[in-house]
């Protein structure tokens, strides 16, 4: 999994309410059971002129040139409603978006993106609106960071804003670790157990 402590990038707003994983992704977009191949999926419903098409819709943010490259997103609340399917935030993070600002999430969604290296930020709904706007005038030049490590997003009008995150996703995303990979951590205290528990109850064990 890929880690992530401080980005910079280019924010684009995409601030609607309750958007749900069948616009993330719609399940006709679905082709593969990998994570590869989702990223001309995303978003398909309105980054395209026709459904099935793939003529690009100018009128949609990532299409503008303004916000060529995001790597951030500014969204309304509850964002990733719907379906738990993992492809949505496959796709995202194909496309390149690394983190994603709204005032909530839907719960399935946000811990897909710990697991999957896209770190959610839970800010308050003036406080995205606000950075939107201070984006809007150059977003290539007017970028927005977040940074992990002292939980702050900093506009570029050099305003912090302070957010939580769980230790435990905290510690996933700066390490790059998965659910499997943060659990061997504690393979010592496992192995220990295990040790102890082999000499008080040796009868459960199937020795070769």
Not at 4 to 18: E, I, Q, S, Y
Not at 33 to 46: D, I, N, P, Q, T
Request: hydrophobic share 45%; charged share 25%; aromatic share 8%.
């Amino acid at each position: 999994m890929l880690s992530f402590d401080v980005l910079t990038g280019v924010a684009a707003p995409l601030l609607r309410a309750n958007v749900d994983t069948d616009a993330i992704i719609p399940s006709r977009e679905m082709k593969s059971v990998s994570k590869r191949g989702l990223a001309e999926g995303l978003f398909a419903g309105w980054r395209y002129t026709a459904i099935g098409g793939r003529d690009p819709n100018p009128d949609f943010v990532l299409n503008r040139p303004e916000f060529a490259g995001a790597s951030i997103l500014l969204c309304g609340e509850n964002f990733g409603c719907g379906s738990s399917r993992e492809h949505a935030v496959w796709a995202l993070l194909e496309f390149g978006i690394r983190a994603i600002l709204a005032p909530s999430f839907a719960p399935i969604f946000r811990m897909n993106c710990v697991r999957n290296g896209i770190l959610p930020v839970r800010l308050p709904p003036e406080v995205v609106a606000s950075l939107a706007a201070s984006v809007a005038s150059d977003p290539q030049a007017r970028r927005v960071t977040v940074d992990l490590l002292r939980r702050i997003v900093t506009g570029p009008d050099a305003v912090g804003h302070a957010f939580d995150l769980e230790p435990e996703s905290r510690e996933m995303l700066l390490e790059g670790l998965d659910a499997i990979d943060l659990t061997l951590k504690l393979r010592p205290a496992i192995d220990a157990f295990v040790a102890n528990d082999r000499t008080a109850r040796p009868w459960i064990y199937l020795d070769a």
